[in-house]
């Protein structure tokens, strides 16, 4: 099925229709971009397709809430489907190419394989969410074989993941190369995410103290702070400052997110923690 709307933008939902219409920019000599997406996009998805768009001649987005990526008391049902505006956004965005497959075309009966990054998957937002990083290596996967393009992009946002990928398109030879965004950030520092939506308008006052905390904390370790001090006092100024309970602050390695004790280059700050019903997770460099 392809149906265009106002623009220029065409959305597929099946495979077929995706790689003929590839193909054909191929038979023309045309770059390719893919910004793979959940939807219920915002300023951060759109920062994605505007560096993608400087990047290659042609971009295909991606809009799939992926099932294999929520564990079973986890948000699938409740994440955010908002595609007529998505579809509006990416239009208006000159993106080229909408790829929005539904759940079967994805997973057909019978769909028996997985892809897993051992190691850098199963800890941070891996030991909090088990399974999460085998259902997005494994989506990922599938998208970067379907449009087989130049570039793909992803941010930084989701920093953990960002490396997941990197790894996996090393591992598995995919011709590739895996562009990280930084995080676009709201004016009082709140990382955008589709999951802000379900803050109430008291927890998104308070959800800010995210960024000021890690940010403070980064300051601290890289003015010559003890780690374990620096993210101890990080844990607790986000208790205090209204988060339910903190899964994690850490000080990471920026490539391959080893544990530190001491500060090396790169080094990254990660931290999950929850505001009411909704869990965000934010990162600095130090
Ligand atoms: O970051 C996301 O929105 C998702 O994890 C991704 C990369 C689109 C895979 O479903």
Sequence with gaps: MASTYAGALVAVRDVESLRRRIQAWRREGRSVALVPTMGALHKGHMTLMDRAQKMADRVVATIFVNPKQFGP?????????????????????????????????????????????????????????????????????????????????????????????????????????????????????????????????????????????????????????????????????LLAAGFASVDYVEVRHGETLAPLTVRVTPARLLAAAHMGRTRLIDNVAI
């Design 73 to 237: 008391k986890e948000d699938f049902t409740a994440y955010p489907r908002r595609e007529h505006d998505d579809f509006e956004m990416l239009n208006t965005g000159g993106v080229h190419l909408l790829f929005a497959p539904d759940v079967a075309a994805m997973y057909p009966n019978g769909f028996a394989t997985g892809v897993s990054v051992a190691g850098i998957s199963e800890q941070l937002d891996g030991a909090h969410r088990p399974g999460h990083f085998d259902g997005v290596a494994t989506v990922v996967t599938k998208l970067l074989l379907q449009v087989l393009p130049d570039i793909a992009l992803f941010g930084e946002k989701d920093y953990q993941q960002l490396m997941v990928i990197r790894r996996l398109v090393s591992d598995l030879n995919i011709p590739v190369d895996i562009i990280g965004v930084p995080t676009v950030r709201e004016t009082d520092g709140l990382a955008m995410s589709s999951r802000n939506a379900y803050l109430t308008p008291e927890e998104r006052a308070q959800a800010p103290a995210l960024y000021k905390i890690i940010t403070t904390a980064a300051a601290a370790i890289a003015a010559g702070g003890d780690i374990a001090q620096a993210t101890m006092a990080a844990r607790a100024d």
